[in-house]
């Protein structure tokens, strides 16, 4: 079989890209496909048989294409390249949204999130931490509130830790609040820049509010969050989903094996999606360990606590 090397034009910024500081995202697509790859100038020469060559051609053409949009590469996304290389996923669907200049999903399942935000007035992401179901839902959001597709961007979360009763915290209901939102605020103000998500917030386009404060109220022309939903309740999560007003469109997000309530049967995470799939106009989609784009050491953990798991739940009686 053939091992001459096959020479891939590509922008300067590309390059560097699939070479990696060091060389360490070179290695990474040599480790993977058994092949040498070289940056000699202009582009990448790739030198194998033609069977890694193409796979790994793939990853470096997602890679590159990334690249090409301005987008930061981390070994992450080499890893999540290789993946969709050997895979036939897809990392197509990008959001032009903020200082990002463009969010894109990094796994099949990502892509697939993104077309039910898209398509669907009430989507659950369920799955493991890690796997991007919040990071891509607030880029969502934020990109409707930058194009004016909605008035207002509106992020719920439960305060277990507070049992709801943010009354015996100090400060005002935003200062009670954020120690729950921490991870929410992150991603916006990496998508939009702290100073562009100061001014929306305190003009009221992104409002917090914890899901027991949402009682009453109709959420017209906004996109709702709701973050955490394995820790509502029964009652909450019905309360919180028929406050959909007009215009409005909401994501629920959560991982039903991560429950902090008391009583983990009334979590309404997994009760609704039971009883709602299917339903015309809401989305359904479950991420898996597979999904996990942090630390390549994360995917291994959750994968390990699937397995123990999976192993108790055959000893009980």
Known sequence: ????????????????????????????????????????GGGVSLTGDSKGRAAAKKAVQ????????GLEISEADVRVAIGNARSGGVGAGALPVGRRGQVAP?????????????????TFGLGPAGTGKTFLAVAHGAGL???????????SRPAVEAGERLGFLPGDLTEKVDPYMA????????????????????KGEIEVAPIAFLRGRTLAHAFVIVDEAQNAT?????????????????????????????????????HAVSILEGVKGIGVVRFSSEDVVRHPLVERIVKAYDADAAKSAGRAP
């Not at 079989?1 to 990474?28: C, K, Q, Y």
């Not at 509130?145 to 992020?155: A, S």
Request: net charge neutral.
């Open 62 to 69: 997602a890679i590159a294409q990334r690249a090409d949009q």
């Open 1 to 40: 079989m053939s091992r001459a090397p096959e020479f891939i034009t590509l922008s300067d910024a590309a390059s560097r890209a699939v070479a990696g500081a060091n060389s360490r995202h070179a290695a990474l697509i040599e480790d993977a496909f058994d092949v040498l790859v070289e940056t000699p």
């Open 106 to 122: 990094k796994t099949a399942t990502q892509a697939k999130y993104l077309q039910a935000l898209g398509s669907c007035e009430l």
């Open 145 to 155: 509130l930058l194009r004016g597709e909605v008035d207002r961007l509106i992020v």
């Open 234 to 270: 029964r009652l909450q999560m019905k309360m919180v989903l028929t406050r959909l007003g007009e215009g409005a469109r909401m994501v629920v997000t959560g991982d039903p094996t991560q429950i902090d309530l008391v009583n983990t049967r009334d979590s309404g995470l997994a």
């Open 183 to 202: 991870p929410v605020w992150e991603a916006l103000t990496e998508i939009l820049g702290a100073e562009q998500f100061r001014r929306r917030r305190e």
